[in-house]
């Protein structure tokens, strides 16, 4: 079935960096655009950032542009997420999702992974 | 970036009852509008898509309607499950956003 599935999460220092992966299966990744969604503890969902189907476009919520990177691998089939300059707000549960639809950037996130916890604290 | 409100923020009802979540956007999304249900400890689930269409598997109590910035998800009969938090969501415009939520909670 499909799948997403997350990984890379922990306990990090303010200013130093982590990365997320995001395994898909059950669908061929290649053809869907894919996003980075946080939850902070007891907080409402903020999108993240958002990478097209090949890579060609991406883009980030203005709380995170310039610290965090999407890319892609199609290859094995991985999504990540480069995270530096981590600063304590950034602390949430992240979730990765798919874009309903073949190679469109912007459609309903229909799949979603498990989450991630990433905590940032000194 | 778009505002998406929504109403009520905490909605107290009984299973069985009619269930009216209303969100605002500070202009307009076209048709551009989604809908999640989250459960605690869960990720999100899309039920609702461009405004009315129910994703796969989601039943027929579930609708939504609305145009421009004026959008209801409604829930004509609720079950125990149907007890959560649901978000608005819109893709019109980049940074996509989310609204802040509506509990819905058992009377």
């Known amino acids: 079935q499909v799948q997403l599935v997350e990984s890379g999460g922990g306990v990090v220092q303010p200013g130093r960096s982590l990365r997320l992966s995001c395994e898909g299966s059950g669908f061929s990744f290649n053809k869907y655009g894919f996003h980075w969604v946080r939850q902070a503890p007891g907080q409402g969902l903020e999108w993240v950032a958002m990478i097209s189907y090949d890579a060609s476009n991406k883009y980030y919520a203005d709380s995170v542009k310039g610290r965090f990177t999407i890319s892609r691998d199609n290859t094995d089939g991985t999504l990540f997420l480069q995270m530096n300059s981590l600063r304590p707000e950034d602390t949430a549960v992240y979730y990765c999702?798919?874009?309903?639809?073949?190679?469109?950037?912007?459609?309903?996130?229909?799949?979603w992974g498990q989450g991630t916890l990433v905590t940032v604290s000194s | 970036e778009m505002v998406l409100t929504q109403s009520p923020v905490t909605l107290s009802l009984s299973p069985g009852e009619r269930a009216t979540l209303s969100c605002r956007a500070s202009?307009?999304?076209?048709?551009?509008l989604s809908w999640y249900q989250q459960k605690p400890g869960q990720p999100p689930r899309l039920l609702i898509y461009?405004?009315?269409n129910r994703a796969t598997g989601i039943p027929a109590r579930f609708s939504g309607s609305g145009s421009g910035t004026d959008f209801t998800l409604t829930i004509s009969s609720l079950e125990p499950e149907d007890f959560a938090i649901y978000y608005c969501?819109?893709?019109?415009?980049?940074?996509?956003?989310f609204g802040q939520g509506t509990r819905l909670e058992i009377k």
């Open positions: 969501h819109q893709r019109r415009n980049w940074p996509l956003t």
């Open positions: 461009d405004v009315s």
């Open positions: 202009q307009s999304v076209g048709s551009s």
């Open positions: 999702a798919k874009g309903a639809e073949h190679f469109y950037d912007s459609s309903p996130l229909d799949t």
